[in-house]
C-alpha cells in the first residue's frame, strides 16, 4: 500500500448554529425525506476520525436525512479491535443487516451483523477465500439474499454464514461503495472519485452512469438506496487530524445533476468521520423509564458555538491506495 500524503487548507470561521431542527445553510437549498418507516443509518470510523470526534468503535448512528444531525444507538461494540467499519447492506430475505470491518486502515477482514435497534454488532467470520485469510471492500445483498463483493479489481460471491469468497470476474477497481436497488434488484457502485456504475454480478460487466460534479480526486467511500430510487452516500470531507462527513444524496434519473447536500455528520458537538451508510426501519429512540421522557426530544433552548478563525496548512496522511 502506498501511504498518500495530503496538504489540506483548513479555515475555521466564526459561525451560529440556530435552534435543533433548524435547516443550516449548507443545505438550505432543499433537502430529501426518506420513504414512510425508513431510517438512515451509518456507523463511525474512528480509524479516520479527528482525535476530538472520536466514537467508541463500530459506534451506530441513526441520522436526520435533512441535516445528517446523529443519535448514538447503543455504545458501540469491541470486535477484535476493529476501528472501522464499511459497506453495511440488508439483506431482504431475512432483515439482518451486515456488514465489513477493518482492524486498520481501508481493507475490510471480518463480516459482522448490526442491530440497528440496539446498535450491538456480532462477528459472524473472518473473510477467507476458501483457504487463506482474505478481504472485501464493498459489499451489496441482493433481492434473493445472494451476498456478493467488491475487492482489488474483482467481483466475487461472499457466503454470509462462513464468510467464504468466491471469484467470480474482474470488475471495478477503487470501489468502496456497492448497493442492491432494493425495488429492481439491480446493483450499483460508487468508485471512489465519484463514478457512478451499474453492476452486472453475473460476469463483473460494468455501465457509467455518470460522473458526480461534487466530488473531486477520493473522495467516495459508501452508498445506500432507498425504495424511491435515491441514493444516499458519505462525501470525505479533510478535517484538522483526519477526515469528516458529508451526506449528500442524488437520483438514479439524474445522477449528475440532482445531487442535494444534507449537511456534514455531527454527533453532539463532534464531527466523526463514517464510511458505513445504510437504510433500515425507522429509528424509535428508547424513552425514560421512569418518565416516559423522550431522549431523542429537541432542546428547546438555543445552542450558540463560536470558532475563532483562522487559516493554516495541516499534513494529512492516509492510507488509501493499494
Given at each position: 500500500?502506498?501511504?498518500?500524503?495530503?496538504?489540506?487548507?483548513?479555515?475555521?470561521?466564526?459561525?451560529?448554529?440556530?435552534?435543533?431542527?433548524?435547516?443550516?445553510?449548507?443545505?438550505?437549498?432543499?433537502?430529501?425525506?426518506?420513504?414512510?418507516?425508513?431510517?438512515?443509518?451509518?456507523?463511525?470510523?474512528?480509524?479516520?476520525?479527528?482525535?476530538?470526534?472520536?466514537?467508541?468503535?463500530?459506534?451506530?448512528?441513526?441520522?436526520?436525512?435533512?441535516?445528517?444531525?446523529?443519535?448514538?444507538?447503543?455504545?458501540?461494540?469491541?470486535?477484535?479491535?476493529?476501528?472501522?467499519?464499511?459497506?453495511?447492506?440488508?439483506?431482504?430475505?431475512?432483515?439482518?443487516?451486515?456488514?465489513?470491518v477493518a482492524v486498520d486502515d481501508y481493507d475490510f477482514p471480518?463480516?459482522?451483523?448490526?442491530?440497528?435497534?440496539?446498535?450491538?454488532?456480532?462477528?459472524?467470520?473472518?473473510?477467507?477465500?476458501?483457504?487463506?485469510?482474505?478481504?472485501?471492500?464493498?459489499?451489496?445483498?441482493?433481492?434473493?439474499?445472494?451476498?456478493?463483493?467488491?475487492?482489488?479489481?474483482?467481483?466475487?460471491?461472499?457466503?454470509?454464514?462462513?464468510?467464504?469468497?468466491?471469484?467470480?470476474?474482474?470488475?471495478?477497481?477503487?470501489?468502496?461503495?456497492?448497493?442492491?436497488?432494493?425495488?429492481?434488484?439491480?446493483?450499483?457502485?460508487?468508485?471512489?472519485?465519484?463514478?457512478?456504475?451499474?453492476?452486472?454480478?453475473?460476469?463483473?460487466?460494468?455501465?457509467?452512469?455518470?460522473?458526480?460534479?461534487?466530488?473531486?480526486?477520493?473522495?467516495?467511500?459508501?452508498?445506500?438506496?432507498?425504495?424511491?430510487?435515491?441514493?444516499?452516500?458519505?462525501?470525505?470531507?479533510?478535517?484538522?487530524?483526519?477526515?469528516?462527513?458529508?451526506?449528500?444524496?442524488?437520483?438514479?434519473?439524474?445522477?449528475?445533476?440532482?445531487?442535494?447536500?444534507?449537511?456534514?455528520?455531527?454527533?453532539?458537538?463532534?464531527?466523526?468521520?463514517?464510511?458505513?451508510?445504510?437504510?433500515?426501519?425507522?429509528?424509535?429512540?428508547?424513552?425514560?423509564?421512569?418518565?416516559?421522557?423522550?431522549?431523542?426530544a429537541p432542546i428547546s433552548a438555543g445552542i450558540v458555538l463560536?470558532?475563532?478563525?483562522?487559516?493554516?496548512?495541516?499534513?494529512?496522511?492516509?492510507?488509501?491506495?493499494?
Amino acid at each position: 500500500m502506498n501511504l498518500r500524503t495530503r496538504t489540506t487548507l483548513l479555515t475555521a470561521v466564526v459561525g451560529v448554529l440556530a435552534l435543533t431542527g433548524v435547516a443550516t445553510a449548507a443545505n438550505a437549498a432543499g433537502t430529501r425525506t426518506l420513504p414512510d418507516g425508513n431510517s438512515l443509518y451509518a456507523i463511525t470510523c474512528p480509524y479516520y476520525s479527528d482525535d476530538a470526534a472520536q466514537t467508541p468503535n463500530n459506534q451506530v448512528l441513526a441520522l436526520d436525512e435533512h441535516t445528517a444531525v446523529a443519535t448514538a444507538v447503543g455504545s458501540g461494540t469491541e470486535i477484535d479491535g476493529s476501528t472501522c467499519a464499511g459497506s453495511p447492506a440488508v439483506d431482504p430475505t431475512t432483515g439482518i443487516v451486515y456488514a465489513l470491518v477493518a482492524v486498520d486502515d481501508y481493507d475490510f477482514p471480518i463480516l459482522v451483523t448490526v442491530n440497528l435497534v440496539t446498535g450491538v454488532s456480532s462477528k459472524v467470520a473472518d473473510i477467507t477465500d476458501g483457504t487463506d485469510p482474505f478481504s472485501a471492500q464493498a459489499l451489496a445483498i441482493g433481492l434473493d439474499g445472494s451476498a456478493y463483493a467488491l475487492s482489488g479489481g474483482d467481483l466475487y460471491s461472499l457466503n454470509l454464514t462462513d464468510g467464504v469468497m468466491t471469484f467470480i470476474a474482474s470488475s471495478l477497481v477503487d470501489t468502496w461503495g456497492f448497493v442492491s436497488d432494493p425495488v429492481s434488484g439491480l446493483f450499483y457502485a460508487i468508485d471512489e472519485v465519484g463514478e457512478v456504475f451499474e453492476v452486472d454480478v453475473t460476469d463483473g460487466t460494468f455501465t457509467s452512469l455518470g460522473q458526480l460534479p461534487f466530488i473531486v480526486s477520493d473522495e467516495a467511500y459508501s452508498l445506500t438506496m432507498d425504495s424511491n430510487s435515491v441514493f444516499w452516500m458519505g462525501r470525505d470531507v479533510d478535517s484538522v487530524d483526519e477526515y469528516t462527513m458529508e451526506l449528500w444524496s442524488f437520483t438514479l434519473v439524474d445522477p449528475a445533476g440532482s445531487g442535494l447536500l444534507s449537511g456534514e455528520l455531527t454527533l453532539g458537538a463532534k464531527l466523526p468521520y463514517s464510511e458505513a451508510l445504510v437504510i433500515g426501519p425507522k429509528y424509535v429512540a428508547p424513552a425514560l423509564a421512569s418518565t416516559g421522557v423522550d431522549l431523542a426530544a429537541p432542546i428547546s433552548a438555543g445552542i450558540v458555538l463560536l470558532a475563532v478563525g483562522a487559516g493554516f496548512a495541516v499534513m494529512a496522511r492516509r492510507r488509501r491506495n493499494a
